[in-house]
């Protein structure tokens, strides 16, 4: 018996021990493209269960989809029965409505569309007295979500999730992850990210890079600052591409809610951290809208939320500031 045991000590002990490695999905969905990085011991999601899931987020949250629910609900005159993916990017988008007075608005659909950065073309910039038509179809205090149910009070009401929809979706594929038993990765999706863990089988901190913008045709983007972190969603907002001439001026596609114009302020993007990435994609649109001032004294009142940004001078020079929490996150040569 004694030398059964040897030999099976002898056996156990040459075992091999299985190796971590890094693998990775890659695709585009969104009009966008992804990536998931993980760290495991084999293979353990296919792209088949990403692609499936993409797809059912599709069904639900897409305004480019035919059918989608939420084009139903836009299409509805009071509402309709939402599923588990329309229900919590609503429940989001009132929470940080109400959060930022308003200035995150999930019902800005027609404005968009009427300014040329929706799913439809546009001729030119709406009139004056159109904005004042389509505003009396905006706001969220006209939304109210009442269990699986989602009521309007006007039937012109329109949502408009785009804003928030990369961010939720970057969370579900993180979920999926986590769902095989995963615990150190990276999802990206569009830039948005949602990170867990450490690179394998080092241990080093997981490394992400924040893009310096540049409006020239001709430049590359480069790297503005890196951070590390272990947990969280990381998401940015930014005037600097996504941007149409209205009279001879740059009109960008965030619109303020409450004038029905286009924000104009000193803001060039925001780079947000928080705990997840529909959070963070919901405020970076939001501290775009507030300006430089207003922004930091909004995350000063919510320390959860950490932000990086970058901003023009009055002298027309490009510049940075940070909060603290995310001050600490940067990483330095």
């Given at each position: 018996m004694?030398?059964?045991?040897?030999?099976l000590?002898?056996?156990?002990?040459?075992?091999?021990?299985?190796?971590?490695?890094?693998?990775?999905?890659?695709?585009y969905?969104?009009?966008?493209?992804?990536?998931l990085t993980y760290?495991?011991?084999d293979?353990?999601?296919?792209?088949?269960?990403?692609?499936?899931?993409?797809a059912?987020?599709?069904?639900s949250?897409?305004?480019?989809?035919?059918g989608?629910l939420i084009?139903?609900?836009?299409?509805?005159?009071?509402?309709?029965?939402a599923?588990?993916h329309?229900?919590?990017?609503?429940?989001?988008?009132?929470?940080v409505?109400?959060?930022?007075?308003?200035?995150?608005d999930?019902?800005?659909?027609?404005?968009?569309?009427?300014?040329?950065?929706g799913?439809?073309?546009?001729?030119?910039?709406?009139t004056?007295?159109?904005i004042?038509?389509l505003l009396?179809?905006?706001g969220?205090?006209?939304?109210?979500?009442r269990?699986?149910?989602l009521?309007?009070?006007?039937?012109t009401?329109h949502?408009d999730?785009?804003?928030?929809?990369?961010?939720?979706?970057v969370?579900?594929?993180?979920?999926?992850?986590?769902?095989?038993?995963?615990?150190?990765y990276v999802?990206?999706l569009?830039?948005?990210?949602?990170?867990?863990?450490?690179?394998?089988?080092?241990?080093e901190?997981?490394?992400?890079?924040?893009?310096?913008?540049?409006?020239?045709?001709?430049?590359a983007?480069?790297l503005?600052?890196?951070?590390?972190?272990?947990?969280?969603?990381?998401?940015?907002s930014?005037?600097?591409r996504?941007?149409?001439r209205v009279?001879?001026?740059p009109?960008?596609?965030?619109?303020?809610p409450k004038?029905?114009?286009?924000f104009?302020?000193e803001?060039i993007?925001v780079?947000?951290v928080a705990s997840?990435a529909l959070?963070?994609?919901?405020?970076d649109?939001?501290?775009?809208?507030?300006g430089?001032?207003r922004a930091?004294?909004f995350l000063?009142?919510n320390?959860?939320?950490q932000?990086?940004?970058?901003?023009?001078?009055?002298?027309?020079?490009v510049?940075?500031?940070?909060?603290?929490?995310?001050?600490k996150?940067?990483l330095?040569p």
């Amino acid at each position: 018996m004694r030398f059964l045991l040897l030999i099976l000590a002898c056996f156990w002990s040459h075992a091999p021990v299985p190796v971590v490695r890094a693998f990775q999905l890659r695709g585009y969905a969104q009009g966008t493209t992804y990536t998931l990085t993980y760290y495991a011991t084999d293979s353990l999601v296919t792209k088949a269960e990403v692609t499936q899931q993409l797809a059912e987020i599709d069904a639900s949250l897409s305004l480019y989809q035919a059918g989608s629910l939420i084009n139903r609900f836009n299409a509805a005159p009071r509402g309709v029965r939402a599923d588990q993916h329309l229900q919590r990017v609503v429940r989001k988008a009132l929470e940080v409505y109400r959060a930022t007075d308003g200035l995150f608005d999930a019902t800005v659909e027609p404005l968009v569309q009427a300014w040329g950065f929706g799913h439809q073309p546009a001729a030119g910039a709406p009139t004056p007295a159109t904005i004042k038509t389509l505003l009396r179809s905006v706001g969220s205090d006209k939304l109210t979500l009442r269990g699986d149910s989602l009521l309007k009070q006007v039937p012109t009401l329109h949502l408009d999730l785009n804003g928030i929809a990369q961010g939720y979706t970057v969370d579900v594929l993180a979920a999926l992850l986590e769902r095989h038993g995963i615990r150190d990765y990276v999802v990206e999706l569009g830039g948005e990210l949602r990170v867990r863990g450490h690179r394998q089988p080092g241990g080093e901190l997981l490394r992400i890079g924040i893009e310096r913008p540049d409006t020239s045709a001709f430049a590359a983007p480069a790297l503005q600052q890196v951070i590390g972190l272990t947990a969280g969603g990381v998401t940015t907002s930014g005037n600097y591409r996504k941007f149409r001439r209205v009279g001879g001026q740059p009109a960008a596609h965030l619109i303020n809610p409450k004038t029905g114009y286009p924000f104009r302020n000193e803001l060039i993007s925001v780079t947000v951290v928080a705990s997840d990435a529909l959070t963070a994609d919901a405020y970076d649109n939001a501290l775009m809208g507030m300006g430089l001032d207003r922004a930091l004294s909004f995350l000063r009142q919510n320390p959860d939320l950490q932000a990086y940004f970058i901003y023009q001078r009055p002298s027309g020079a490009v510049a940075d500031t940070a909060t603290s929490g995310f001050t600490k996150l940067l990483l330095h040569p």
